[in-house]
Nanobody, 121 residues
Framework: VQLQASGGGWVQPGGSLRLSCVASGNITSINDMSWYRQAPGKRRELVAIITSGGRTNYVDSVKDRFTISRDNAKNTMHLQMNSLKPEDTAVYYC????????????????WGQGTLVTVSS
């Protein structure tokens, strides 16, 4: 079972990027999915979260600029980031609470490997 994040890169201020996160393996279901980010020298922070039912919540600094979504049929989550600012520069991590069957049946918290987003001119 793993989470694979992708979509990071370099973009100029005001630009857009779309991050994706795919969960794979012996997954029965996925509960909350979320994106975190960690900028150099700073603590990791929660950026956005989406429940299995589609309810969303965002950190104030990205409201009205970022949109989190998920496709339950494809075990996939996205983060559409618009109007990017230099302060959005960070490594972005996806996180999900997965109900799995192996190695031990249960509900576990998984992290993706991180994808770097750089916003600069």
């Amino acid at each position: 079972v793993q989470l694979q994040a992708s979509g990071g890169g370099w973009v100029q201020p005001g630009g857009s990027l779309r991050l994706s996160c795919v969960a794979s393996g012996n997954i029965t279901s996925i509960n909350d999915m979320s994106w975190y980010r960690q900028a150099p020298g700073k603590r990791r922070e929660l950026v956005a979260i989406i429940t299995s039912g589609g309810r969303t919540n965002y950190v104030d600094s990205v409201k009205d600029r970022f949109t989190i979504s998920r496709d339950n049929a494809k075990n996939t989550m996205h983060l559409q980031m618009n109007s990017l600012k230099p302060e959005d520069t960070a490594v972005y991590y996806c996180n999900a609470v997965l109900v799995v069957t192996t190695p031990y049946p249960g509900e576990y918290d998984y992290w993706g490997q991180g994808t770097l987003v750089t916003v600069s001119s």
